[in-house]
């Protein structure tokens, strides 16, 4: 080996070093940052390229001229990531709809104040004017509780409409904020690609495009693939919404009875009929059922209480004599516009007691108004209007039970894998310093060896 073999090692050991320190320095400075993907380089050994008097093999065992960079490296498991980005879509589902279902549960108190807690106040108030049929107060009563229960059913109905107006605008929000993530990733499919062109792949630009896919797969199922210079091929339900640098974007439609969420003008549907379907799975089926289904419910009491209570009321005679008067008014058969009538509203003594006018005293249409507390009228003749509003709200507290679990357990499979991934491709402060350490000694010998060259080198000259 000659001294200028000794002096061209010891340069490229010192850049190779160099460029080896750099990596180090990147992974610590990056160690909390978001989404990195620990750096590495590989050494390789470096043999003679040419033949040249200064190059020449001037004896046995010199056959190089030490070591350079091999490769860099962006240290990634693809299977890990794509498990963990499946796993987020199950869990931005669940908490999703956990979220929703909380509120709509908060709409439904037990207790005091409950629904079937009003009803029982109502059908009291109807027992008490049995037992006074002529009474005032009894009247002023159940006018008042009657009142009172129809403001709930008319606040439940404007508070379920504004979680859907709410829920509509997520939605909405949520697709703007997919289309732009589908366009970021694209952006970042051809910067990629023209940085691989050039030889110097983009590794920043890399963990860019894997935090976005990260966070696009909270909204939807996501199927990722390579696809040569095209980079990532992303599709959901099928449907290539990234292909290179060409998105396919979201389109919602709310103009319908229900949401359609389709892909751009092709007219195919976005379906999510699943419990892994991301947040558009959990605002879709808020949307299409839950928050439909408890309107319903409310409608159905309304009406059916309204049919009933009527049919009695207005063959019974009031305090005045009045008769064929509608305790509830009779267009009010939803949730939202049930009310008492306006003769009732006026004066309370038209209310009836009584089921024979010439019968003073006579407490017959009281006593059947009190007795629907028990008439089996909903459900196919099943359940009594008490029991509807409590199995209304007990099924309703069931979801959110369920959607807590699922998001619990989910939590658990994405911190799992997360915590995989990370020991992959997460930096280890302890494994890097280890490293520097590795690469100070190693700057220190070639630094011995370009001495030692150095005063090979003067001694010739000396001669």
């Known amino acids: 080996m000659s001294i200028n073999q000794l002096f061209q090692i010891s340069r490229r050991s010192f850049q ?47 056959t190089g001229y030490g070591a ?24 931005g589902y669940a908490e999703e709809k956990n979220r929703i279902m909380s509120s709509v549960e908060g709409l439904f108190p037990t207790g005091t104040g409950s629904l079937d807690s009003q009803l ?19 009247r002023l009563n159940v006018r008042n ?40 990733i694209a952006e970042l499919n051809r910067t990629i690609a023209q940085a691989d062109n050039q030889g110097t792949p983009d590794f920043a630009a890399q963990d860019a495009r894997d935090q976005l896919v990260k966070d696009l797969s909270e ?16 599709t959901i339900n099928g449907m290539a919404v990234v292909q290179g640098d060409v998105t396919t974007p979201l389109a919602l439609d709310l103009s319908g009875s229900a949401p359609v969420l389709s892909f751009g003008d092709s ?42 209570v009527n049919a009695l009321h207005s063959g019974g005679y009031g305090l005045d004599g009045s008769t064929g008067i509608d305790f509830f008014d009779p267009s009010g058969v939803t949730a939202g516009t049930i009310g008492v009538s306006d003769d009732v509203l006026a004066d309370a003594n038209v209310i009836a007691a009584s089921g024979d006018a010439a019968a003073e005293g006579d407490n017959a249409v ?19 209007a008490e029991d509807f509003a409590i199995n209304l709200a007990a099924d309703i507290g069931a979801q959110v039970a369920t959607t807590a679990t699922m998001a619990e357990s989910q939590t658990g499979v994405v911190d799992y894998l997360d915590a995989i991934e990370s020991g992959v491709s997460g ?6 310093m280890t490293r520097m350490i590795e690469l100070q000694q190693s700057f220190a010998a070639t630094a011995r060896v370009l001495d030692t060259a150095q005063r090979m080198m003067d001694t010739l000259l000396a001669l």
């Not at 498991?77 to 499946?86: G, N, P, R």
């Not at 909204?219 to 980079?231: H, I, Q, T, Y």
């Not at 059922?289 to 009406?303: I, Q, Y």
């Not at 930096?427 to 890097?432: G, H, M, P, Y």
Request: glycine fraction near 8%; avoid cysteine.
């Open 16 to 62: 190779t070093l160099d460029a080896a320190m750099n990596v180090v320095g990147q992974n610590v400075s990056n160690a909390q940052t978001e989404g990195y993907h620990r750096r590495r380089v590989t050494l390789e050994a470096t043999d003679f390229v040419g033949r040249g008097i200064y190059s020449r093999s001037i004896g046995p065992g010199a």
């Open 68 to 91: 350079s960079i091999g490769s860099y490296d962006r240290v990634r498991d693809q299977l890990l990531s794509k498990a963990t980005w499946e796993a987020k879509s199950g869990l």
């Open 120 to 138: 029982n106040d109502f059908w009291n108030a109807w027992s008490d004017l049995a037992d006074n049929p002529l009474g005032t107060a009894e």
């Open 145 to 184: 509780q009657a009142e009172t229960f129809a403001d709930t059913l008319n606040r439940l109905d404007a508070d379920l409409t504004f979680l859907q107006s709410q829920t509509e605008a997520d939605l909405s929000d949520g697709v703007d904020a997919v289309n732009d993530l589908l366009t970021r």
């Open 219 to 234: 909204f939807a199922p996501v199927r990722v693939s390579e696809s040569g210079n095209d980079g990532y091929l992303i």
């Open 267 to 308: 007219g195919v549907t976005l379906n999510t009929g699943g419990t892994d379907d991301g947040k558009f799975g959990a605002w879709m089926s808020a949307l299409t059922d839950d928050l439909p289904d408890a309107r319903a419910a409310l409608d159905e009491m309304a009406s059916t209480l309204v049919t009933e």
């Open 366 to 384: 009281a006593l059947a108004l009190a007795d629907l507390r028990n008439a089996p009228l909903f459900n196919g003749g099943t359940d009594t």
């Open 427 to 432: 930096v280890s402060i302890d494994e890097e």
